[in-house]
């Protein structure tokens, strides 16, 4: 089953407006990464946040991670057209020899 | 800087033949990976090498050949494909151990008729 969900799986905000994601895992882990992917393009790693940080800000990136509830959120703020793409949660659980496992994605669409 | 290529962009090919993605990073990066992205499914890990001549299965390894017989390439072979395979195929690479950034090439789009 997969370590990361993300929700909502789309999203259609205007520019300007603040975009939020979520994302859900089921076992404890090392750390956690947001990665953005454009249309027929690769990954982009946006942001790494560790087990033991609560947020992490990047540009109008802003990251938050509880542990508790094994769930972050993936802020944008002002969003603009060119951030329109999927953005994907990977999780790393803190067994030696794991690896990343990647949620499903959700879908933003920024609108002129 | 190059970073982290793949070839062919895009095959297509027929259910039996044998196909291989090429994989190449300029880094000297350690790791590397193969993964498969399907709608609905995210990415999903093939198989992963730490290093030159050490590799593993992932998720979804069946039907899948990897070889790493230098640290910069990382080939991954289809020995019969079936139509089940046709997806888009990421290569990745992370400059230590496999719990830092990834660094994804721009990916292999496979058809399998």
């Known amino acids: 089953s997969q370590q990361g969900e993300e929700d909502p799986q789309a999203l259609s905000i205007q520019e300007g407006e603040n975009a939020t994601m979520n994302c859900s895992y089921k076992t404890s882990i090392n750390n956690l990464q947001w990665y953005r992917q454009n249309s027929g393009r690769g990954l982009v790693h946006l942001i790494l946040i560790r087990s033991n940080e609560r947020e992490k800000h990047s540009g109008r990136l802003r990251v938050t991670l509880d542990t508790s509830k094994k769930s972050s959120s993936l802020l944008i703020t002002a969003s603009r057209a060119a951030d329109t793409a999927s953005y994907f949660c990977a999780t790393m659980p803190p067994v030696n020899g794991q690896n990343f496992v990647f949620g499903p994605g959700t879908r933003l669409s920024v609108l002129p | 800087d190059a970073g982290i290529t793949q070839s062919p962009r895009y095959k297509i090919t027929e259910t039996g033949r044998q196909v291989t993605l090429m994989c190449h990073q300029t880094?000297?990066?350690?790791?590397m990976f193969w993964y498969r992205q399907d709608l609905g499914h995210g990415l999903r890990l093939i198989y992963y090498?730490?290093?030159?001549?050490?590799?593993d299965k992932g998720e979804v390894p069946d039907g899948y050949v990897v070889s790493r017989s230098k640290t910069e390439n990382f080939p991954l072979t289809l020995e019969s494909a079936t139509r089940s395979q046709t997806s888009v195929y990421f290569c990745?690479?992370?400059?230590?151990?496999?719990?830092?950034?990834?660094?994804f090439g721009p990916g292999t789009r496979l058809t399998v008729l």
């Open positions: 990745a690479s992370t400059r230590g151990v496999n719990t830092d950034t990834q660094y």
């Open positions: 090498s730490a290093a030159a001549d050490i590799t």
């Open positions: 880094w000297s990066h350690s790791y």
